[in-house]
């Protein structure tokens, strides 16, 4: 099962995945409520999959820190698995974050249902 780090602000949120998570064999190697906690973090553990919030205020559209934050990681580690997840379903972000090469998008709240898009990610054929 995959090493899985959670980037979440709301730490109820933090809790309903990583209790999701962990109830299906995945281990969470990390829970951090910010990015930069989660670059350092991401050094330190070496998760097969970072799970991250699209942390945007009011206008989601148009901000583009979530976008920094992605393309960061890869900084850090080219081949990082990132699947980013948000509160809202919007098209535009969902295509966004895929063509910027995140490996998945979920809308939360996180399901069950939705471990079936981690598998994919952290554990290909």
Same mark, same amino acid.
């Given at each position: 099962?995959?090493?899985?780090? +959670?980037?979440?602000? =709301?730490?109820?949120?933090?809790? =309903?995945?990583?209790?999701?998570?962990?109830? *299906?064999? *995945? $281990?969470? &190697? =990390?829970?951090?409520?910010?990015?930069? $906690?989660?670059? $350092?973090?991401?050094?330190? &553990?070496?998760?097969?999959?970072?799970?991250?919030?699209?942390?945007?205020?009011? %206008?989601?559209?148009? %901000?583009?820190?979530?976008?920094?934050?992605?393309?960061?990681? !890869?900084?850090?580690?080219?081949?990082?698995?990132?699947?980013?997840?948000?509160? !809202? /379903?919007?098209?535009?972000? +969902?295509?966004?974050?895929?063509?910027? /090469? =995140?490996? /998945?998008?979920?809308?939360?709240?996180?399901?069950? /249902?939705?471990?079936?898009?981690?598998?994919?990610?952290?554990?290909? %054929?």
């Amino acid at each position: 099962m995959a090493r899985v780090m +959670i980037v979440e602000n =709301a730490e109820f949120m933090r809790m =309903a995945i990583r209790d999701t998570l962990f109830k *299906h064999g *995945h $281990e969470i &190697v =990390a829970e951090v409520a910010d990015e930069e $906690e989660a670059f $350092e973090k991401y050094l330190e &553990v070496k998760p097969d999959l970072v799970l991250m919030d699209i942390m945007a205020p009011d %206008n989601l559209i148009d %901000n583009t820190n979530w976008k920094e934050s992605f393309n960061r990681f !890869l900084d850090i580690d080219h081949e990082a698995k990132m699947a980013m997840f948000s509160s !809202l /379903g919007q098209q535009i972000l +969902i295509t966004e974050s895929t063509k910027i /090469g =995140a490996m /998945g998008f979920m809308v939360k709240p996180f399901e069950p /249902g939705m471990l079936s898009v981690i598998k994919k990610i952290a554990e290909p %054929n």
